[in-house]
């Protein structure tokens, strides 16, 4: 009933910039917050940027100044702006509804929704 899609992953060199979109789609009735995280190879899931309904950022360290997190509410879709890429953000990347909320039939339901992830690789 609900889809995230990403899209906008590449490959890029040191210093370049990409832009990846997640849209989610279904009948969504509210989404407090999307995000993105990152995931590389023998490292553990970390959250990169999130969004909340209410505008409010949340930015790894790591990223800060270099990474925007921007979202569409009307389309419910997230976007990251990724600029001075390194190789160290060489990773997976996944988008994540938190607490998203959809209609089937005369019920409601709420839960956390991922997506399938878009490869990232900064590389000369």
């Known amino acids: 009933q609900v889809h995230l899609v990403e899209s906008g992953g590449g490959l890029v060199q040191p210093g370049g910039s990409l832009r990846l979109s997640c849209a989610a789609s279904?009948?969504?009735?509210?989404?407090?917050?999307m995000g993105w995280y990152r995931q590389a190879p023998g490292k553990q899931r970390e959250l990169v940027a999130a969004?909340?309904?209410?505008?409010?950022?949340n930015y790894a360290d790591s990223v800060k100044g270099r990474f925007t997190i921007s979202r569409d509410a009307a389309k419910n879709t997230v976007y990251l702006q990724m600029n001075s890429l390194k190789p160290e953000d060489t990773a997976v990347y996944y988008c994540?509804?938190?607490?998203?909320?959809?209609?089937?039939?005369?019920?409601?339901?709420?839960?956390?929704?991922w997506g399938q992830g878009t490869q990232v690789t900064v590389s000369s």
């Open positions: 994540n509804a938190d607490r998203l909320t959809y209609y089937k039939g005369s019920n409601t339901y709420t839960g956390d929704y």
């Open positions: 279904g009948t969504i009735f509210s989404i407090y917050a």
């Open positions: 969004i909340t309904s209410g505008g409010n950022t």
